[in-house]
């Protein structure tokens, strides 16, 4: 009986020690969110407005359309886990691989000339001529290589802005990043005419969506991690500085866009979770957590949401779907009266006429 009692207390020494002491990935920053908006009553109320939605299975080919760009014939391309980027008919009833990056692609756009830029996680920002052929526009900052680059939109004048998530973890480290909360995500410009990689803004948590305004007079730019986006000035007395545009989401805000006019869609893979907001301001803590297994961390669960915007930030839709029929969403565009979305995860992309 005593061998087992110490026993007993020998493993739950070495467990104890191991939960407290041993070395993680991660060097997490005390930060104290505020209250989550409720989800149970009020503007961001749930509700299944997109549960009618149609999907659209990539599965033959893949899995994860994270983004989708429709070319000027209506042909929807999205990209997939395995580098392959596949092309649907305007009626959805053909599907074929158009090219294969050999990364991950992830944000991608339509420029001026009908290539396609493409925000490839590990590639870089890409450029793909209708005939398949793959530019590489940068891939670096300052010899410093750029390994989760993430969304991006094109200016009038060719100019691309875009996002590197974090420069401290590539694509499959986004849970750290998240957990770890620090300013690792950098907002940038490229140049097509001098060939340029600038740097616009740093030290954002988790730099993800971008969408320029309809006078191009400043952009939008997720923080996941932080449950805002921000506002950047392009152009007028405020250039080069920024501000908060919306905050305290419910969700964790991923890719956005702007319809032309005047609404900012926004994709939320999940709602908030009130046991991570609890443990943020702990860093101690939250090293705990990061090393318990990962099915007792917190969870992702299945939800479906977006929300649209107008430019002053007053909410205009929020469209959820408590099953998630399509999740996690991490992209919504909206074409005429339709909104398509994307998924990190999922086998199927999906669109619905806006209720």
Not at 48 to 77: Q, W
Not at 124 to 129: C, E, H, N, T, V
Request: proline content about 7%; overall charge negative.
């Amino acid at each position: 009986m005593k061998l087992l009692l110490r026993s007993l207390f020998i493993g739950l020494a070495l467990l104890i020690a191991y939960l407290c002491f041993w070395p993680v990935e991660i060097d997490p920053v005390a930060w104290n969110p505020p209250q989550a908006p409720s989800l149970e009553e009020g503007p961001f109320q749930k509700n299944d407005k997109l549960a009618a939605m149609d999907r659209y299975l990539v599965s033959e080919f893949g899995e994860g359309p994270e983004d989708l760009a429709l070319d000027s014939l209506g042909n929807v391309y999205t990209g997939l886990t395995n580098g392959k980027i596949i092309r649907f008919s305007p009626d959805q009833s053909r599907v074929e691989e158009f090219v294969n990056t050999g990364g991950r692609p992830l944000g991608m756009q339509f420029d001026s000339f009908g290539n396609l830029v493409v925000a490839d996680a590990p590639q870089g920002l890409l450029s793909i001529s209708l005939d398949g052929k793959i530019e590489v526009l940068t891939n670096s900052y300052k010899g410093e290589k750029l390994e989760l680059v993430d969304d991006l939109d094109i200016a009038s004048d060719g100019k691309i802005y875009f996002s590197d998530a974090s420069s401290k973890f590539a694509l499959h480290g986004f849970r750290e990043d998240l957990m770890e909360h620090g300013p690792w995500g950098r907002l940038f410009s490229y140049d097509p005419q001098t060939k340029e990689t600038t740097l616009l803004l740093d030290s954002l948590h988790f730099a993800n969506g971008i969408a320029l305004n309809k006078d191009e007079s400043y952009l939008l730019v997720n923080e996941t991690a932080a449950y805002q986006i921000v506002k950047y000035w392009l152009k007028g007395p405020k250039a080069g500085q920024h501000e908060v545009f919306l905050d305290n989401l419910p969700g964790f805000p991923d890719n956005l866009s702007f319809n032309g006019e005047d609404i900012f869609w926004v994709a939320f893979p999940n709602p908030r979770k009130p046991e991570m907001d609890a443990i943020m301001p702990n860093p101690f803590l939250r090293k705990v957590v990061w090393r318990l297994p990962e099915f007792m961390q917190p969870a992702v669960e299945r939800y479906s949401m977006v929300m649209a915007f107008d430019v002053q930030g007053k909410l205009l839709h929020n469209l959820q779907d408590t099953k998630g029929i399509l999740a996690p969403i991490t992209s919504v565009h909206q074409v005429g009266d339709k909104i398509y979305m994307g998924s990190l995860s999922d086998n199927a992309w999906g669109s619905i006429e806006i209720p």
